[in-house]
């Protein structure tokens, strides 16, 4: 897939507009995924998808075609989501970085044994319950969250799409998994 | 094995797929001998089936032709500057001759008024720079826009740029005429005319000027 992908972006390079269309299609779901899973919203994820794209084909000529376009565009993608997130946020969250800890949130001073009723638990579906914990991670641990175990990136891609260095990807994976289990253990 | 650090960083390196052999045989037994972290690293896997179990989204109906509707329309003006940006060299050398020239130009068609470079003594009349008789012009000599009679001497170059040098007509017969009115100039005399010859002599005077500086 790789190589016809490579193929049409040369083309679009050229000025065939139409190109872009199978590069759309090939890639909405994971993109639009990635910003829904982040963002937690339908509306918003799909404005940010196509921002995404836009983008992406507006500066084309800027993308290095020896690089992996998936992980280029996954940048875009992850980038536009995390201003907007930024941006929408309330002055105080529980998610916020307690000052002077790395990764520590309001989150982990917040007794996470304490057990969900069982009824509330049975009454929300799984699924609507594992994203909305996922959303309650801060930010910078729900795109690794997000990108390794939902697009099933390798760490170094991860590294790659966020331009952080390897390192940091494992101890954010580590702190969001580590938070994770703390709120789904009782699931 | 201490568990609240060196297991449970086991662990992750062992979700994260960068296990040795060695550490792997360390963790698992510990994971025998300690009903804690056992349900820790339990509690880790199951945490990973589940959020890879939710099941995947996709995007809405139409996205992608939402996406190419909304595409911004294509401008002719990319071609050039893609070129340009693909080709800094050529980019750079058509600058700078686009300036070179066109100060060049600039220059030539600048002023068409008459110009002398030693005033003193020196007669304009009509457009024709006069030399008069009993004067003696010590050094190069450059006219612009503008003829130029040489009735006394010059003791140089003689550069007319956009102009003639006259024969004396007044003394059409006198023995001073034609090669020998050359007598009067001690140097060279160059007459240019042509923009190309303008351009020449540029870069002749740059390189002349290079030269006697690396003399210096």
């Known amino acids: ?187 | 094995m201490n568990c609240k650090e060196e297991a449970i960083a086991l662990m992750h390196k062992y979700l994260d797929d960068h296990l040795t052999q060695t550490e792997e045989k360390k963790l698992r037994m510990h994971l025998q001998a300690c009903q804690e972290c056992q349900t820790h690293f339990h509690e880790l896997k199951r945490t990973i089936s589940l959020v890879k179990s939710s099941s995947p989204v996709s995007a809405p109906q139409g996205f992608t032709s939402n996406v190419m509707a909304n595409l911004p329309k294509q401008k002719k003006r990319n071609h050039y500057t893609k070129w340009f940006r693909n080709h800094p060299f050529f980019t750079a050398a058509a600058v700078f001759f686009l300036m070179m020239f066109g100060g060049i130009f600039s220059a030539w068609t600048e002023d068409q008024q008459v110009t002398v470079s030693k005033q003193e003594n020196l007669v304009i009349k009509n457009q024709v720079v006069i030399v008069p008789e009993d004067v003696t012009v010590n050094g190069d000599l450059v006219v612009r826009n503008g003829d130029l009679r040489i009735e006394g001497a010059v003791n140089g170059d003689v550069t007319i740029i956009n102009g003639d040098l006259l024969k004396q007509d007044s003394r059409e017969d006198s023995p001073l005429d034609g090669e020998k009115y050359m007598a009067y100039v001690s140097g060279e005399v160059n007459e240019v005319n042509q923009v190309f010859e303008w351009v020449w002599y540029h870069i002749k005077n740059t390189w002349e000027s290079v030269f006697s500086l690396a003399k210096e």
């Open chain 1, 1 to 187: 897939m790789e190589t016809v992908i490579k193929e049409k972006i040369k083309q679009i390079k050229k000025g065939n507009q139409a190109a872009f269309e199978d590069v759309v299609s090939f890639y909405q779901n994971k993109v639009y995924q990635i910003c829904f899973r982040m963002i937690g919203n339908a509306h918003e994820a799909e404005d940010l998808a196509q921002e995404a794209f836009i983008r992406a084909y507006t500066n084309i000529d800027r993308f290095d075609e020896r690089r992996k376009f998936s992980t280029w565009l996954y940048r875009i993608a992850t980038n536009l989501t995390i201003d907007r997130i930024r941006k929408k946020k309330p002055d105080y969250f529980l998610d916020a970085e307690v000052k002077g800890t790395e990764g520590l949130s309001m989150y982990s001073q917040i007794a996470a044994d304490q057990a969900l009723p069982e009824e509330e638990v049975e009454s929300l579906e799984l699924q609507t319950y594992i994203h909305k914990e996922i959303l309650a991670l801060p930010p910078k641990y729900r795109s690794v969250i997000v990108l390794r175990f939902l697009d099933e990136l390798s760490l170094q891609e991860i590294a790659e799409v966020l331009e952080i260095p390897v390192g940091t990807v494992k101890t954010r994976i580590h702190r969001g998994r580590e938070t994770l289990r703390k709120r789904l253990r009782h699931v």
